[in-house]
């Protein structure tokens, strides 16, 4: 199984100064949003190993939520044995 960390930083104001989303909210959304990325992440990657190596990639998810925007920016960071499994795991997690 494909190993994943996530990074997932909240910008913007804070909810007790108006934001539109109460702690609670945030965390449900933000919890539900990791799942959903790594639920893709391992449809796509889960198995593949690398050709010469025989190693799986590692994820790192990084982003941020802002929370005056209620913008999700996130980033995919692939770390691999070698280019061409970075390569083919990128072209996996594009599709």
């Given amino acids: 199984m494909v190993d994943i ?9 804070s909810p007790e100064s108006g934001a539109l989303l109460d702690p609670l909210e ?6 539900s949003t990791q799942h959903h990325i790594a639920e893709h992440i391992h ?6 190993t690398c050709d010469i190596h025989d190693q799986e990639p590692r994820v790192i998810v990084t982003g941020s939520y ?3 925007s209620e913008q999700l920016d ?5 770390e691999a ?3 061409l499994m970075i390569m083919k795991s ?4 594009g599709r």
Avoid: H, M, S
């Fill in 81 to 83: 044995c070698c280019n």
């Fill in 43 to 48: 449809r796509r990657l889960d198995g593949q």
């Fill in 66 to 68: 802002d929370l005056d």
């Fill in 5 to 13: 960390q996530f990074d997932i930083k909240l910008t913007g104001d």
């Fill in 26 to 31: 945030i965390r449900q959304l933000l919890e």
């Fill in 74 to 78: 996130v980033q995919y960071n692939i």
């Fill in 90 to 93: 990128a072209g996996l997690l």
